[in-house]
């Protein structure tokens, strides 16, 4: 089974900047995509960002130039470097990985969610 945990969520102020982090466990071959989404309060979950095994890397149009992914292959992490926070990226914040494959001949399974975590920027 694979497990994803992010941490690094909490309260910081407009205009401030807060770290992301997330770390998949298991028996881990390899990982195809890992990225970010978030899910406000009474709206749908979105696409925040997201970085293929290659290091290309994607993001949603309300979150580019500000927010920064970024992943270590070797320890299946990926973090998520937040400045210039707005009130609007108050949301839980959820890690994804996309095409794992558990064992070196085995097949590639879709898709591993964390738990989420909290982040909120106050004006």
């Known amino acids: 089974q694979v497990q994803l945990v992010e941490s690094g969520g909490g309260l910081v102020q407009a205009g401030g900047s807060l770290g992301l982090s997330c770390a998949a466990s298991?028996?881990?071959?390899?990982?195809?995509?890992m990225g970010w989404y978030r899910q406000a309060p009474g709206k749908e979950r979105e696409f925040v960002a997201r970085i293929t095994q290659e290091a290309n890397t994607y993001y949603a149009n309300s979150v580019k130039g500000r927010f920064t992914i970024s992943r270590d292959n070797a320890k299946n992490t990926v973090a998520l470097q937040m400045i210039s926070l707005k009130p609007e990226d108050t949301a839980v914040y959820y890690c994804?990985?996309?095409?794992?494959?558990?064992?070196?001949?085995?097949?590639?399974?879709?898709?591993?969610w964390g738990q989420g975590t909290q982040v909120t920027v106050s004006s």
């Open positions: 994804n990985a996309d095409g794992v494959q558990v064992r070196r001949y085995g097949s590639i399974d879709n898709s591993y």
């Open positions: 298991g028996s881990i071959f390899s990982i195809n995509t």
